[in-house]
């Protein structure tokens, strides 16, 4: 099947964002497990903290970067080149793993500002953008499996792949013409308020996925089963969302994936059934705020990276004040279905292509 421009675009820089992601975490696990460096493990737990904060926290500012200067491709080339030199610079972690973030999130905003971009309105690109990240992240952190000589030809051929994705991003044209679109008018506080709406359901999303315990993902045929739930559930969640309503597949999606990974998360069929449905919301989340901010893209895709990192901390604070049971949880997700479906007041059926 041959594919049009806006998929073979959609093609390279989804492989890129499965590239990015499996680079940095394959790298950080080299680090850890074959002690590649005097670093003390403490430190190197700081270290890992330091990098998710400024992979997640950084991606508005640049994003707001990315959207004034409008050189995605450029933003998304120099991410992958920074992404590369931290692998360059693995024995000195001080400094390798804040370029593996700075890299990363600058790859995550452009990359998502053109999936934004190749179908305006419509979360279909974006979740097909989003989704391989996932898997990168898994196999990345699957290299603790692999002995020290194996570890070094895979880094080899992640190299040379590196310089393959390099080439395709500089031959792939991504002057899409930006279809216009046309939104019922609001005043700005209306805006602001849907913005913050989901916000917040991306953070409680966060604070959810955090509560969820499936101990027998440890097993890595098992893990594997779940990061392909995971990243199909964010890649068709924006085709159902398209065809089937925005708020329907967001609320089935979180409304039967909770009970799922809560309940029954001692079965793994049953818990992967429901991390696929808990995913579908991420690209209806994202491309919603994309369009409530419809000349700060990247600014909005990198706020839902944000919200993500403080749905962690808000569990973590959770966490040495009370006991997180299901009573919890179910606060958790009254918040979450009511911030997203209020947050969606102006959801996709009020938008016209011209």
Request: with cysteine.
């Amino acid at each position: 099947m041959k594919l049009n421009k806006k998929n073979k675009i959609i093609a390279v820089y989804g492989f890129g964002h499965f590239y990015i992601d499996f680079v940095c975490n394959f790298s950080i696990s080299a680090i850890l497990l074959f002690n590649l460096t005097n670093l003390n493990f403490n430190n190197f737990v700081f270290l890992i903290i330091a990098y998710n904060l400024l992979q997640l926290a950084t991606q508005p500012f640049f994003g707001l970067l990315m959207d004034y200067y409008n050189k995605p491709k450029l933003g998304a080339i120099l991410g992958l080149i920074l992404t590369c030199l931290g692998g360059a610079l693995i024995f000195n972690p001080l400094i390798a793993i804040p370029v593996f973030a700075i890299g990363n999130a600058i790859y995550h905003v452009a990359g998502g500002l053109i999936s934004l971009r190749l179908e305006p309105g419509k979360s279909f690109y974006p979740g097909m953008f989003v989704g391989p990240g996932a898997m990168g992240l898994f196999l990345g952190v699957s290299m603790k499996y692999l002995d020290i000589m194996s570890l070094t030809f895979f880094a080899a051929i992640t190299f040379l792949v590196g310089l393959y994705l390099l080439f395709l991003l500089l031959k792939c044209k991504v002057e899409v013409k930006e279809k216009k679109i046309i939104t019922k008018t609001h005043k700005s506080n209306f805006v602001f308020w849907c913005a913050c709406l989901l916000l917040v359901s991306v953070g409680m999303r966060s604070v959810l996925y955090g509560t969820f315990v499936l101990s027998w993902s440890k097993i890595w045929i098992y893990g594997l089963l779940l990061a392909i739930a995971i990243t199909l559930g964010k890649m068709l969640g924006g085709y159902f969302a398209d065809r089937y309503g925005w708020k329907k597949v967001g609320m089935i999606g979180l409304l039967t994936a909770v009970p799922l990974m809560t309940v029954f998360a001692h079965l793994p069929l049953l818990a992967m059934i429901g991390a696929f449905c808990f995913n579908l919301v991420m690209p209806i989340t994202l491309t919603a705020l994309a369009n409530l901010m419809p000349k700060y893209k990247a600014t909005a895709f990198g706020l839902t990276a944000m919200a993500l990192i403080l749905g962690s901390y808000i569990l973590a604070f959770f966490k040495k004040i009370i006991v997180i049971n299901n009573l919890f949880v179910v606060i958790v997700l009254i918040i979450n279905v009511m911030s997203l479906f209020l947050g969606l007041y102006n959801e996709r059926k009020n938008v016209e292509k011209i």
